[in-house]
T-cell receptor, first 116, second 112 residues
Framework: SAVISQKPSRDICQRGTSLTIQCQVDSQVTMMFWYRQQPGQSLTLIATANQGSEATYESGFVIDKFPISRPNLTFSTLTVSNLSPEDSSIYLC?????????????FGPGTRLLVL | DAKTTQPPSMDCAEGRAANLPCNHSTISGNEYVYWYRQIHSQGPQYIIH???NNETNEMASLIITEDRKSSTLILPHATLRDTAVYYC?????????????FGKGTLLTVNP
């Protein structure tokens, strides 16, 4: 199984600023995803991070607010821009394995963001 | 992907088997049943998945009914550390889209 790490693990930011979250996988993964988990809620998919091309966003999420990069098979970043208190959430990245493990998705520990 | 229905919460005594049900009556033939859990303040953890046969691994067993319209996740000897939200997710096999759609899940509380 893939081991996924995220940095930072938590942050407190002022409104109007931006936060960039890094996601590192210990082995190559086929696909990488970014999710948001608002307080007391389940996970919602933000986008699929595509290597070397623009991310594929889900309905309700736009590139200007959530720019994503994936320069290689093991690394991705999510930026949450122009922060407001409503952006206070846990942000999680995930990746699927390769070969037979493509059917399984593994998650990072999450980044807790509080916007004041 | 097919919709799933789970009870919002369940209790289980430590050391006993925990049986978590999931209904997925609209599941189609090419859709897997996945189970994940999320312990408080952690990322979701993969538990098990299956297509139509029962599956077992070191964490749990997955029992899928013959008509595939429901399934049960079994934790054979629940411990306090199994207290978590358990998500049952149905997703199409293969293809180019591996994304998961999370519902509200079942909060399992294991009591001493």
């Amino acid at each position: 199984s893939a081991v996924i790490s995220q940095k930072p693990s938590r942050d407190i930011c002022q409104r109007g600023t931006s936060l960039t979250i890094q996601c590192q996988v210990d082995s190559q993964v086929t696909m990488m995803f970014w999710y948001r988990q608002q307080p007391g809620q389940s996970l919602t998919l933000i986008a699929t991070a595509n290597q070397g091309s623009e991310a594929t966003y889900e309905s309700g999420f736009v590139i200007d607010k959530f720019p994503i990069s994936r320069p290689n098979l093991t690394f991705s970043t999510l930026t949450v821009s122009n922060l407001s208190p409503e952006d206070s959430s846990i942000y999680l990245c995930s990746g699927t394995g390769t070969g037979q493990s493509q059917e399984t998705q593994y998650f990072g520990p999450g980044t807790r963001l509080l916007v004041l | 992907d097919a919709k799933t229905t789970q009870p919002p919460s369940m209790d289980c005594a430590e050391g006993r088997a925990a049986n978590l049900p999931c209904n997925h009556s609209t599941i189609s033939g090419n859709e897997y049943v996945y189970w994940y859990r999320q312990i408080h303040s952690q990322g979701p953890q993969y538990i098990i998945h299956g297509l139509k046969n029962n599956e077992t691994n070191e964490m749990a067993s997955l029992i899928i009914t013959e008509d595939r319209k429901s399934s049960t996740l079994i934790l054979p000897h629940a411990t306090l550390r199994d207290t978590a939200v358990y998500y049952c997710i149905v997703r199409a096999k293969g293809g180019s889209n591996y994304k998961l759609t999370f519902g509200k899940g079942t909060l399992l509380t294991v009591n001493p």
